[in-house]
């Protein structure tokens, strides 16, 4: 704890070195009402999962959210409704799912990573509607973040700790995540020389992993970030994802 204080106060220089246990992390009293709300939604997550898991129109492609079966699935969806629309033949299925809707989805899968989409938006959302709040205050939560995964991946007295490869997986995760939203969030982003993540840092992290583990990931700060591809970002850092 002493460390993390140090880091959020900028009292070393040094990225963070210490060990954030996920696996056995517990809410505390006063954060259990926003636990519980997490927690709900994550079960929810759960049941959507399984159902894009058993969809037979792309099987692990639309696992792994690279094939883009789905959305044609809703484009043809969405010519079925219509052409029954206009041949006045009524559809039980646009109760459950109604035109606007599927326009909704298909425009989510439409995205190269659609929950971290998501997510960049909600979080671009909750600091332009909180504008007295220090944007200091979301940014720094977000480049401690990436900085002490980076760091727990990269030391093998630290992985060594991990329970399951899930929990490294789950860790590489929530690395990228917060650099996107970093990225989002700061006027600058998150790859700029200035910027409080290192990203080569990161990025070496992400490609020492196998492949088959990182691909995804990798795409994501490709293709869903929103400063990779500016003048500031540097040289190196864009070979570094080519």
Same mark, same amino acid.
């Given at each position: 704890m002493g460390n993390l204080l140090k880091v959020l106060t900028?009292?070393?220089?040094?990225?963070?070195h210490f060990f954030l246990d996920f696996e056995n992390a517990q809410p505390t009293d006063c954060e259990r009402d926003v636990w519980n709300q997490v927690n709900a939604v994550l079960q929810d997550s759960e049941s959507i999962l399984l159902g894009l898991q058993a969809y037979k129109g792309a099987g692990q492609e639309i696992r792994e959210m690279r094939n883009p079966a789905i959305q044609n699935d809703f484009s043809y969806y969405r010519r079925t409704i219509s052409r029954n629309r206009i041949n006045n033949m009524n559809?039980?299925?646009?109760?459950?799912?109604?035109?606007?809707? =599927?326009n909704r989805m298909s425009l989510f899968y439409a995205e190269a990573t659609p929950m971290l989409k998501t997510l960049s938006n909600a979080t671009t959302n909750f600091v332009f509607e909180n504008k007295t709040l220090p944007l200091e205050n979301t940014t720094d939560c977000l480049s401690t973040m990436a900085s002490v995964c980076k760091v727990m991946l990269e030391t093998p007295d630290y992985t060594s700790r991990f329970n399951s490869e899930?929990?490294?997986?789950?860790?590489?995760r929530v690395m990228v995540g917060v650099i996107i939203l970093y990225d989002h969030v700061h006027p600058a982003? =998150?790859?700029?020389?200035?910027?409080k993540i290192d990203m080569k840092g990161c990025i070496k992290v992400l490609k020492e992993q196998p492949a088959d583990n990182v691909e995804g990931l990798v795409n994501a700060l490709k293709f869903t970030t929103k400063h990779l591809?500016?003048?500031?970002?540097p040289k190196a850092v864009r070979?570094?994802?080519q």
């Open positions: 900028r009292d070393i220089e040094n990225y963070p559809i039980e299925i646009e109760s459950e799912v109604n035109n606007e809707m =599927a899930d929990t490294q997986l789950f860790c590489m982003g =998150a790859f700029t020389k200035a910027s591809n500016d003048e500031t970002t070979a570094m994802l």
